[in-house]
């Protein structure tokens, strides 16, 4: 029996738009890994920032708060955010304030809210309110869980080898057999480009980013659970609590193929370098570390619609690591532009994340 709707990747992207989706028709979502958020959405710093991203994605996750805050009793928890910066990097520090609609605290404030900032190289700090931790395993679940519910067939450890075209759609070669649906979802992550090319559907240039990761141990034995996600100016480094733990990022944006990512030892050494710089207590150990990819078009906003001349193809890529924080809003706007409903959005977003816009390409 073909199935209205086949979806390749089961990250974020994909087990939202399988929820979505199955109010709407028959769903089967593969997944390469043998289990579900394996690669770029299992290693997410896991924070809900509004002000972060691109302008469609401030839109979308702003649009996407409610349902955060509110459905299956909300995934959010306080957090907070902070920005630090040295004395040279104040036209820097500025517009990161802007941009993330922080206001300017004094470093006495700052102080208490991260209480190992090192007074001889702190010069400006800014704070908000307005972050919070998300739950990503809860929102996973419940994403899954309105799935199934709606009959949604979720196919793990199912790497798409082949796809063909066929009169009533796309037939899908996997290990686990073959898959028929109608309409092709791709939210294959950092391999919809390859997805693409099995597709016979031209690529616009999707290019994945390694970002690495440490976790080290609470900084002088603090309590750091009230402690907020912590940038350093121009994003060269952040900072977040963890289970007890910190998680300090280097922040970086390496060009990759697509593969299971990991830590490269020594941008992890010079990210924690930046970190130290700003802080009294020097990282001794790391507890552990990993990396994750984070795919971008090339104007870096994501790709939402039907590919230009195929009206069974439909990019849902790009998120470039806002996935969790815009995934409610975007899931939305996938099944309302696939049912033909009028997107709830501003119309500069929808022709912002367009496929149509590299259509010359």
């Known amino acids: ?42 290693r997410s710093a896991a924070l809900y920032e509004p002000f972060y991203g691109p302008p469609p994605i401030v839109d979308f996750s702003h649009a996407s708060e409610a349902y955060l805050r509110e459905a299956n009793g909300g995934v959010l928890t306080p957090r907070g955010m902070m920005v630090v910066a040295g004395a040279d990097e104040r036209e820097t520090f500025d517009r990161d304030r802007k941009g993330f609609d922080l206001a300017e605290i004094s470093f006495a404030e700052a102080l208490a809210h ?40 979720i196919v793990p450890d199912a790497k798409v080898t082949t796809l063909r075209h066929t009169g009533a759609g796309w037939c899908a070669t996997t290990g686990k057999g073959e898959f028929e649906g109608r309409i092709l979802i791709n939210a294959a992550g950092a391999w919809v480009g390859e997805v693409a090319r099995l597709a016979g559907v031209t690529d616009p240039g999707f290019t ?37 733990a910190l998680i300090v990022s280097p922040a970086e944006e390496h060009p990759m193929d697509p593969h299971d990512a990991w830590a490269d030892d020594m941008v992890l050494a010079e990210g924690l370098a930046r970190y130290e710089e700003r802080v009294t207590e020097p990282v001794t150990r790391l507890l552990s ?16 619609g039907f590919a230009p001349g195929h009206a069974d193809f439909f990019w849902l890529a790009g998120q470039g690591g806002y996935g969790f924080q815009s995934a409610p809003a975007i899931s939305q706007f996938v099944a309302d532009l696939i ?4 997107p709830d959005c501003a119309p500069a977003t929808l022709a912002a994340v367009s496929p149509a816009r590299f259509r010359d390409r």
Do not use: C
């Open 339 to 342: 049912a033909g409903r009028t």
């Open 289 to 304: 570390s990993w990396a994750g990819l984070r795919t971008f078009s090339p104007d870096r906003s994501p790709v939402i």
């Open 208 to 244: 994945p980013m390694r970002r690495s990761m440490a976790r080290i141990p609470a900084p002088g034995g603090h309590d750091v659970s009230h402690w907020p996600m912590v940038f350093g100016a121009g994003e060269q480094w952040y900072s977040k609590p963890d289970a007890g």
């Open 114 to 153: 991260m209480p190992i900032l090192n007074a001889q190289t702190v010069s400006y700090a800014a704070w908000a309110e307005h972050a919070w931790d998300i739950d990503t395993d809860l929102l996973v679940q419940n994403f899954l869980r309105d799935a199934r519910a709606n009959g949604a067939q």
């Open 1 to 42: 029996m073909t199935i209205d709707f086949l979806i390749t990747g089961g990250g974020i992207a994909g087990i939202s738009a399988a929820a979505r989706l199955s109010h709407l028709g028959k769903v089967t979502l593969l997944e390469a890994e043998t289990h579900l958020a394996h690669h770029a959405s299992g």
